[in-house]
């Protein structure tokens, strides 16, 4: 009864490493997202992707980067991390219709210092 | 761009007060969803509603969609400590890309006894 899986669950980066932030999910959906949330604030989406092979940019993409070789695996890559990117990190997959709940993980708190 | 304001940001209540939390847009939603988000946790699914000014209920959480499916209120009678978390509206919207949910601001409550 997994769901969506995310590791790690905290990460400490200094300025200017990359790291990728893993994200599974065994409930075979098409739509998989990141998002990222900033203290006491809303979610503001990263990337999301509607299947395997395509992604797409949301609110926030710059960055970040993103793949979707299978179904199950969306990763979010940071290739330069900067301050500015110290947020929890939560990735959330949805079943097709447009009106089923996205499932969570549990987030990846990320600090950059 | 499309934006949910939530209101009130922050509400700490005793145990067994009422509270109403409203979602407000100005533009229109081809659906409305509730999430609680706890600490640690990913925010996690309470309701949908989709027609406008339906009227959802779940035990003591009532929650309604404006006539214009531009806003929405969640009501909750005789709050709980266990209602306590962070309370996020999202919105469909009504055209293009039905792949993409709009987070609101969110509200954290807090119930003490």
């Known amino acids: 009864n997994a769901g969506v899986t995310q590791t790690p669950k905290f990460r400490i980066l200094k300025i200017g490493q990359s790291m990728t932030l893993q994200c599974t999910q065994d409930?075979?959906?098409?739509?998989m997202y990141w998002y990222r949330q900033d203290p006491g604030m809303g979610l503001k989406l990263i990337y999301y992707?509607?299947?395997?092979?395509?992604?797409d940019k949301g609110e926030v993409p710059n960055g970040y980067n993103v793949s979707r070789s299978t179904t199950e695996d969306f990763p979010l890559r940071l290739e330069l991390a900067a301050p500015s990117q110290t947020s929890v990190y939560f990735c959330?997959?949805?079943?097709?219709?447009?009106?089923?709940?996205?499932?969570f993980g549990d987030g990846t708190r990320l600090s950059i210092l | 761009t499309q934006l949910l304001e939530q209101s009130p940001q922050f509400l700490s209540i005793q145990e067994g007060e009422n509270l109403t939390v409203y979602c407000n847009s100005s533009?229109?939603?081809?659906?409305l969803q509730w999430y609680r988000q706890e600490p640690g946790e990913g925010p996690v699914l309470l309701v949908t509603?989709?027609?406008?000014?339906e009227v959802k209920k779940l035990k003591r959480l009532t929650f309604q969609f404006g006539d214009a499916r531009k806003d929405s209120s969640l009501h909750i009678t005789a709050a709980q400590p266990g209602d306590t978390g962070l309370y996020l509206c999202?919105?469909?919207?009504?055209?293009?890309?039905?792949?993409?949910?709009?987070f609101g601001t969110g509200t954290r409550l807090q119930v003490t006894l």
């Open positions: 409930m075979n959906h098409n739509y």
């Open positions: 533009s229109v939603f081809s659906s």
């Open positions: 959330a997959s949805r079943a097709g219709q447009s009106n089923q709940p996205q499932h």
């Open positions: 999202a919105g469909g919207p009504s055209t293009g890309t039905a792949s993409k949910l709009t």
């Open positions: 992707s509607v299947g395997a092979g395509i992604t």
């Open positions: 509603v989709v027609t406008g000014g």
